[in-house]
């Protein structure tokens, strides 16, 4: 058997063995290292960069993608070394240059051509520089009929070639449609843009058979409806280094950029998990900010602990597990300052804006009450919405609405918040002076405060005041219920009460 030294003695047997690798390996190791297909193209446009290239061009066709680099291409034996499975050069120069270009290397591990496993059944690749132009085709079909890796012949072919400069073109063939039948070049280009280290030396451009070229340029975050951002600048984390960023405050929730991503090397490691570093449900005042924020830093000094696909960390790591301790404590005194700033805007708005939003609201709900007289109709239209018993006389109530919107339409309901004490009652009718004092301490109010967006704790107000200008002038309960009734049968009446608040 080739590779093996049998030794015989008298009182024993000794077999040396090579360990033997199975070329089901390359299978296992895509599927599990490379969940999400896409991360394909994270790895050959990362590739490309190292490469110093300048310009990436990636083709979907619809049966075969191409990726094309002005890099600095590969010698024959450079082609041969790329096939090397966890195995390369690059942490041998972690800084290179080529040209004009001088670049930090990503990658480090020499495992990323594994994942085109998952995309196509073959892939040819093609490299030149220096006037040699060598290629290879790697059939995985072909490969998976040998047992073990070191059984299998890679053929690579090297000629003189007439191209200028330098470069590399990698052409995915036999498309598993499964994967690539729903990919755009518009869904491609969202992606990189966000997860590739782009600048003005490093630029990518995708297109497929229906749409012009698309050039990628920085995911534009300031474009988006930003409430606040913050710096993050330190010179010197523990065991990390410097870690430089932003902490952004959307308007509104926005779960594409909601979640904590990470540059490492410029390059995201855990785009497609942005939720599993912090869980910002756990922040300070989850419900003002959990779905808000967006965090981007760049720590390179993390590279240590990079999980060997690089979409991901270590866990058990010291110096991440301190890194992710550190930049909770960060994010949290930032949504401190926000909730600062919050409970100023909020209480400016529940003492002023909610209160006349509300007051406007009431003023649209009294035109909806109709004129009274000795309509008979009318009246027993009215008095059919009372669902008990008529005891009292439809005369008595009707009177009585009559004289609640007059109320209201001639001095508009005003609205006051005081804080009268835990103790007191929600709300208060003045009837004298037409306005409603609402308790801002009352437990009702402080729950509803506490736990619902502006509209919702002014539309609670609207229902307090409701209930108590009801109850308030009403002697039984069939009263009630027809006056409360009378006062919130708009059924637009919310509508009119969101443009009243926006108004304001």
């Known amino acids: 058997m080739p590779g093996t030294v049998i030794r015989i003695t008298k009182d024993e047997n000794v077999r040396n063995e090579k360990v033997r690798v199975g070329t089901r390996l390359v299978q296992q190791l895509s599927t599990t290292f490379y969940p999400h297909p896409q991360i394909i193209f994270d790895e050959l446009v990362s590739n490309a960069h190292d490469a ?72 040819e690749i093609s490299t030149w520089r220096d006037g040699i132009e060598s290629s290879a085709t790697f059939d995985f079909d072909k490969f998976e009929t040998e047992e073990f890796i070191e059984n299998f012949d890679l053929e690579v072919k090297s000629m003189q070639t007439k191209k200028l400069g330098s470069g590399t073109r990698i052409v995915l063939l036999e498309l598993k449609t499964e ?81 904590v991503f990470i540059r490492v090397l410029g390059r995201i490691v855990n785009f497609d998990n942005p939720k599993g570093i912090i869980n910002l449900n756990n922040i300070s005042h989850p419900r003002m900010f959990a779905n808000k924020i967006r965090v981007d830093v760049n720590a390179d000094g993390l590279d240590g602990a990079l999980l060997t696909n690089r979409a991901g960390f270590i866990e058990s790591d010291s110096s991440y597990q301190y890194f992710v301790e550190w930049l909770e404590k960060k994010i949290n005194s930032f949504g401190e300052l926000e909730y600062k700033k919050w409970q100023a805007l909020k209480a400016d708005i529940e003492k002023l804006e909610i209160p006349n939003a509300v007051s406007e609201a009431f003023d649209n ?107 308030e002038n009403s002697d039984t309960l069939e009263e009630f219920e027809f006056l409360y009734n009378a006062l919130s049968r708009n059924f637009d009446l919310l509508d009119a009460f969101d443009d009243a608040l926006k108004r304001k």
């Open 179 to 259: 994967v690539t039948g729903r990919l755009t070049a518009k869904i491609l280009a969202k992606r990189l843009s966000k997860t590739m280290p782009l600048d003005e030396n490093f630029k990518v451009i995708v297109r497929d058979e229906k749409s012009p070229p698309i050039t990628l340029t920085k995911e534009d975050i300031v474009g988006k409806k930003i409430k606040a951002e913050y710096s993050i600048e330190e010179p010197s984390v523990d065991g990390i280094g410097r870690v430089h960023g932003t902490v952004m405050f959307f308007k509104k929730e926005d779960q594409n950029n909601q979640g």
């Open 365 to 471: 709900s009294a035109s909806e009450i109709p004129e009274f007289g000795d309509d008979k109709t009318t009246i027993k239209r009215l008095m059919a919405q009372q669902p008990l018993s008529k005891r009292e006389k439809p005369t008595s109530t009707q009177s009585k609405l009559a004289t609640l919107k007059s109320l209201i339409k001639k001095k508009k309901m005003k609205i006051e918040m005081r804080d009268l004490g835990i103790d007191e009652r929600e709300a208060f009718f003045d009837k004298e002076n037409g306005i409603l004092i609402v308790n801002s301490t009352n437990p009702s109010y402080v729950f509803a405060s506490a736990h619902a967006k502006l509209p919702g704790i002014a539309y609670h107000v609207f229902k307090a005041a409701m209930i108590t200008i009801a109850l």
């Open 52 to 123: 110093l290239a300048s310009t990436v061009r990636i083709f979907l066709e619809k049966d075969s993608i191409i990726i094309d680099d002005n890099g600095e291409g590969m010698t024959p034996d450079g082609l041969v070394h790329f096939f090397y499975i966890s195995h390369t050069k690059k942490n041998e120069e972690r800084v290179r240059s080529f040209k004009d270009v001088k670049r930090i290397i990503i990658g480090k591990f020499g495992i990323g051509k594994l994942s085109i496993y998952q995309i196509c059944r073959k892939f």
